[in-house]
């Protein structure tokens, strides 16, 4: 089974990208427009599939990334979930904050799909393991 993605952005073409990118790779992938809509679907229904990795804007309305990533990461049931912040901000107090808030990685958009690549591989490792 391919290991599931959430992409948490409000840019319908930025949520296409990672979409179009990542199953073309085999990964199972779920968009949500925002965080709030995101966090409600894990919450209201339990026995959801949690996500192995996170692809994470900072520049969401009602709640910001970095909100959802505290809650993420505050939360038992996302022990196991690697968040990436993604932002079109490439600072250095930029990234500081995405890491303090407990974002494992961070990307610049826009995002060459090598990067996407890279950093999904970096977080999961291979999904074709054993076959030669």
Known sequence: MSNLIAV???????CKILETCLKRECYRVISFKDGVTALRHYIKEEQKP?????FLDIELPYMDGYQVVRYLKANPTFAHTFVVMISRHDGVVDRLK???????SYLIKPMPTQAILDI?????????????
């Open 8 to 14: 948490i952005d409000d840019s319908q073409t930025v």
């Open 50 to 54: 949690i996500p192995d990795l996170v």
């Open 98 to 104: 995405a890491r303090l808030a407990g974002a494992d």
């Open 120 to 132: 999904v591989q970096q977080h999961l490792g291979s999904l074709i393991s054993g076959i030669p």
